[in-house]
């Protein structure tokens, strides 16, 4: 018993064992050993979102929501940035730690955990940054609702974490499916609300677009930062559902096939 007993305790600490290990090796490989490799994996999508949302605030002086386009345009353009970036991501992670997924201590489920983390907070990172910016270097005003950026946050983390892992099966399946996924993709910038609102689209529009998924994150992260803005539109359980199905989905998928198709 004792025997047992010490050997669940190690299988109850490999698995954070390992993902800590793959956080290190992923910030290793792709930030450097120097400090500064962290420091510009950070500085630099944030200044190319602030150098986007200040030349767009020149085009777009009056937003549909309070009185600065730049809190109005990063408000949208931020939770859009980050799940492309971390879907992205997780749908790479199979080829990306493919040499580890041969030794049974590490599973695929470690690495996409590894994978989300450490994206995740480099992200959350990133938009902090802008919105300070934003706030004290352009004089924004607008209220907080720290419930609903919150929601916004878990809800696109969410979203991203299911489409990136069953992309995570399709892209090492199919190799011309990553292609085809950044094509198809592509209108997501201009359907997605980042430069308008979702009750200004017309009928029979308005109906089609409340499928995408980003509309309700965006619908909730500006939600946020106007208080006087209540998007009655928004369900978080379909995004919530979205999300659990394609996870399961993508879990299931590379459980049942993802030994067969490394070994090609």
């Known amino acids: 018993m004792a025997r047992s007993a010490t050997a669940r305790a190690d299988n109850a600490g490999r698995t954070p064992r390992a993902i800590a290990a793959l956080i290190l090796r992923e910030m290793s490989t792709t930030y450097g050993r120097s ?7 950070i500085i630099e999508p944030a200044a190319g979102v602030a150098l986007l949302t ?4 020149i085009g777009f002086r009056a937003p549909p929501l309070g009185t600065s386009f730049p809190l109005f345009y990063a408000a949208g353009v931020l939770p859009f940035l980050m799940f492309n970036d971390l879907s992205n991501k ?21 690495a996409i955990l590894a994978r989300l983390i450490l994206n995740a907070f480099v992200q959350l990172l990133v938009n902090g940054i802008v ?12 209220g907080l609702d720290a419930g609903s950026l919150v929601l916004a946050y878990l809800l696109v983390i969410c979203l991203a974490a299911g489409i990136g892992t069953l992309n995570a099966f399709l892209t090492l399946a199919y190799p011309l499916w990553a292609t085809i996924w950044a094509i198809v993709t592509r209108p997501l910038f201009i359907v997605s609300c980042i430069f308008f609102v979702f009750e200004s689209v017309p009928a029979p529009y308005d109906d089609l677009l409340w499928f995408n998924p980003l509309v309700h994150v965006v619908g909730l992260m500006r939600a946020g930062f106007y208080p ?15 999300s659990a ?20």
């Open 245 to 264: 199905v394609t996870f399961i989905a993508g879990l299931f998928l590379l459980w049942r096939h993802h030994r067969d198709i490394l070994l090609k």
């Open 90 to 110: 997780l749908g790479q992670t199979i080829q990306f730690s493919r040499a580890l997924l041969k030794y049974p201590r590490v599973t695929f489920l470690d």
């Open 131 to 142: 919105l300070v910016f934003i706030f004290w270097g352009l004089g924004a005003r607008g």
């Open 35 to 41: 400090p500064g490799g962290y420091l510009w994996a």
């Open 228 to 242: 006087f803005y209540h998007p009655g539109y928004v369900s978080g359980l379909y995004v919530l559902g979205l």
């Open 54 to 57: 200040a030349v767009f605030s």
